[in-house]
């Protein structure tokens, strides 16, 4: 069976010189900078947002954006717009990935920030985020940690996201984070329905959430492309569901038909979202866990005008609490 990433060779890595490393985004009321060190992603999700047909070797080939580090500080001197919104390590790929064992570049933009004063999100499916425990802890104030964990069993997971280390693994990571006082949430994200978004596995996490000390977990149903459709396809396949009354359930549940055009972007039905996120909602509160996240607040303008003092200016994680 044809699989969305060559299983026989190991992803390769290519050093990349990148232009911009910082990039401002805005998603309705939310706003703030992504930063991605890498391009590509060696642990392989099914659902990745991150592909699209300018990077078909999403999986397979890994670029390095060697100059990063040096990039971001120029850009982070050269800030003319006010403070600068909290970053998103990353949005477009996985920070720990193990092409960070070899460059390291997630832990040197990390000093970056830090120097700064800069706040910042790291989202990671990975645990080798441990070898930079210390580097968090020193500034647990200014910092969140974000796991996305998807499914707590490991049959779904091996075919779902083969590259991702197995939940058990990452909840013993969470428990130590949160045991040093860095603030950890998990997003279950995405919710694929028909194979994680079963109640024991929701509630498998859920449990798991709380035992490790997690304070906030939240959650989103899979959106529908084409080329995420092909591979989910394919899960139903690996995991031998029953493959034509699963694509028909799909059908009803994104409302479309055969084949997904290339400019959709489709979700899920808005009755079925609403029930089951009420569900997880209530589960995570009676757990004694939050539901949301820190949210991100606008900053003052400083349009045109230069940081003269960047440290003093800047605000911290928790003006936008
Ligand atoms: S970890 Fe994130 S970026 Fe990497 S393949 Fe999975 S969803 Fe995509």
Same mark, same amino acid.
């Given at each position: 069976m044809d699989l969305w990433y060559n299983k026989d060779i190991a992803p390769i890595f290519e050093n990349k010189k990148s232009k911009s490393i910082f990039h401002h985004f805005k998603v309705g009321k939310y706003s703030g900078n992504t930063l991605n060190? $890498? #391009?590509?992603?060696?642990?392989?999700?099914?659902?990745?947002?991150?592909?699209?047909e300018w990077s078909p070797e999403f999986y397979d080939k890994i670029y390095a954006k060697y100059n990063a580090p040096e990039l971001l500080e120029n850009e982070i001197k050269n800030w003319r717009s006010g403070p600068i919104k909290p970053v998103m390590i990353s949005s477009a790929t996985d920070? $720990? #990935?193990?092409?960070e064992l070899k460059y390291e570049l997630t832990r040197k933009c990390v000093k970056v920030l830090q120097k700064y004063n800069i706040p910042y999100y790291v989202f990671t499916k990975?645990?080798?985020i441990s070898r930079d425990l210390e580097l968090h802890k020193n500034y647990r104030d200014n910092c969140f940690i974000v796991w996305s964990i998807t499914t707590n069993d490991e049959t779904v997971r091996r075919s779902l996201e083969p590259g991702t280390p197995p939940a058990s693994v990452m909840f013993k990571m969470i428990e130590n984070f949160a045991k040093n006082g860095i603030r950890c949430a998990v997003n279950i994200d995405p919710i694929v329905p028909l194979i994680t978004d079963s109640i024991r596995n929701i509630d498998e996490i859920i449990v798991n959430c709380q035992k490790a000390g997690v304070k906030n977990v939240f959650g989103a149903f899979l959106r529908l492309r084409y080329d995420i459709w092909y591979r989910m396809k394919i899960v139903f396949k690996l995991l031998d569901k029953d493959y034509e009354t699963s694509v028909k359930y799909y059908n009803k549940l994104y409302n479309?038909?055969?084949?997904?055009?290339?400019n959709r972007n489709l979700t899920i039905d808005n009755n079925y979202e609403i029930n089951f996120l009420y569900n997880l909602e209530t589960k995570v509160r009676k757990n004694g866990m939050s539901i949301d996240f820190p949210k991100l607040r606008e900053g003052r303008s400083y349009k045109n005008s230069k940081f003269k003092n960047i440290d003093k200016n800047q605000l911290t994680l928790t003006n936008y609490n």
């Open positions: 060190v $890498y #391009q590509g992603c060696q642990h392989r999700c099914g659902y990745c947002y991150a592909t699209y920070a $720990y #990935q193990p092409a990975s645990t080798l479309f038909t055969e084949p997904i055009q290339h």
